[in-house]
């Protein structure tokens, strides 16, 4: 099982320079990717969704490519004139105004703002392709490890509230009878009240009470609700996503919750029912994570 939580992160060499990919992943109910790449790389981003999705299918994922070219590298910049001519412009009537002796350089024009800016290129995509997308898997992959880490850890909690869930059907299994003993006392101190004399027809009451004990079993329930906890382990040792299949499963045994709850009428059986569903909330609220 994996978590839809993770990072990754991969830096690639190569002639053409250094690519650096990091992505990190949140839980989200589709696969979302949300990739920012410099300028010159912007016509591969079909690529990179592409590769991505192939290898991942739930979850929020930013992805941050950077690129560094090799440090020998020829650099190629354009010059502003416009930007220079305006500057001098400038520089000259502050020069008389202060009646400065210093001349203005070229060197002093260079290192100004917007004066000089490095020349964008476009870039063969597919001389570029290939360590990029080396790039991109060797950082999936680091991100696939933590989200599997993460995934062994909720599904070793979720094993232990499956647990829990099940002796407490056992609890419900065992408490169940007492529901009809309960309600054929009651009745019968009813009935003696009332008529302060024995009851007449015994046979009518026995009638009674087994209508009100078949309205009141929840042993279908609760070989249901062990039913899906077994569908939910099966479901925990899948290779394949199981996200969503777990949320389904979790809403039928809080469907068969609901359904003992409605038919109890003993408190130790109410107060039972209601940890239950608690635990369920609690395996609902770890299961939005998972892929």
Not at 119 to 136: C, F, G, M, N, T
């Amino acid at each position: 099982m994996y978590s839809m939580t993770g990072f990754g992160k991969a830096e690639v060499k190569s002639k053409l320079g250094t690519f650096t990919v990091e992505m990190n992943s949140v839980n989200n109910r589709y696969l979302e990717l949300s990739p920012r790449l410099p300028r010159q790389f912007f016509s591969l981003e079909a690529r990179v969704r592409e590769e991505i999705s192939s290898m991942l299918s739930r979850g929020k994922v930013h992805i941050y490519v950077a690129f560094d070219e090799p440090q020998d590298a020829p650099g190629r910049y354009r010059l502003n004139r416009a930007a220079a001519r305006a500057y001098y412009q400038e520089l000259e009537a502050i020069h008389k105004e202060l009646g400065l002796v210093h001349e203005i350089s070229l060197q002093d024009l260079l290192i100004l703002p917007d004066v000089t800016s490095p020349e964008r290129l476009s870039v063969d995509e597919e001389e570029y392709w290939p360590p990029l997308q080396k790039a991109i898997a060797a950082a999936v992959a680091g991100l696939v490890r933590m989200r599997k880490r993460e995934g062994a850890t909720l599904a070793k909690d979720m094993r232990q509230r499956l647990k829990k869930i099940e002796t407490l059907t056992r609890q419900v299994e065992i408490a169940a009878p007492k529901m009809v003993e309960t309600y054929r006392d009651k009745i019968r101190a009813r009935i003696q009240q009332l008529m302060d004399a024995p009851i007449p027809d015994q046979e009518r009451l026995e009638e009674e009470i087994a209508l009100h004990a078949e309205k009141t079993d929840v042993a279908e329930e609760c070989v249901r609700l062990k039913s899906h906890i077994g569908e939910y382990r099966r479901a925990l040792g899948l290779k394949e996503p199981s996200g969503k299949r777990l949320n389904f499963i979790l809403q039928e045994m809080n469907r068969e919750a609901n359904t003992i709850a409605s038919k109890t009428s003993l408190p130790e059986i109410a107060s039972t029912v209601i940890s239950i569903k608690e635990e369920i909330e609690r395996l609902r609220e770890q299961v939005q994570n998972v892929e």
